[in-house]
């Protein structure tokens, strides 16, 4: 499966930006999709998922009630609704699935085999 993520761009402190992770060559069913994130010089972290066939979300405690993760199952692509972003969520977004993956590890990176390109967030003060 081929994952391709899109939607990065440049926007200022406050601002909103959606997020897409489009999957080719296998349909996102029986699997989660998350987002990580990696800013310059630090490790790659976790910032949502989403259990595709039941629906289920976790999100890291920086992003709640500002991004929400949902999936468009006809077009097989999962979304990351970013609001009220701030200059600490500037980074390379990656967006990854895991067949199989169950709830107790959707913030695993080691619970992901396929991984996007990554899209790059810089949100200016």
């Known amino acids: 499966v081929q994952l391709q993520a899109s939607g990065g761009g440049l926007v200022q402190a406050g601002g909103s930006l959606r997020l897409a992770c489009a999957a080719s060559?296998?349909?996102?069913?029986?699997?989660?999709v998350g987002w990580f994130r990696q800013a310059p010089g630090k490790e790659r972290e976790f910032v949502a998922a989403?259990?595709?066939?039941?629906?289920?979300?976790v999100y890291t405690d920086s992003v709640k009630g500002r991004f929400t993760i949902f999936r468009d199952n006809a077009k097989n692509t999962v979304y990351l609704q970013m609001n009220s972003l701030k200059p600490e969520d500037t980074a390379v977004y990656y967006c990854?699935?895991?067949?199989?993956?169950?709830?107790?590890?959707?913030?695993?990176?080691?619970?992901?085999?396929?991984w996007g390109q990554g899209t790059l967030v810089t949100v200016s003060s």
């Open positions: 990854a699935a895991g067949y199989g993956t169950t709830l107790s590890m959707m913030r695993q990176i080691r619970a992901y085999d396929y």
């Open positions: 060559g296998r349909t996102f069913s029986n699997s989660a």
């Open positions: 989403i259990r595709w066939s039941f629906g289920n979300t």
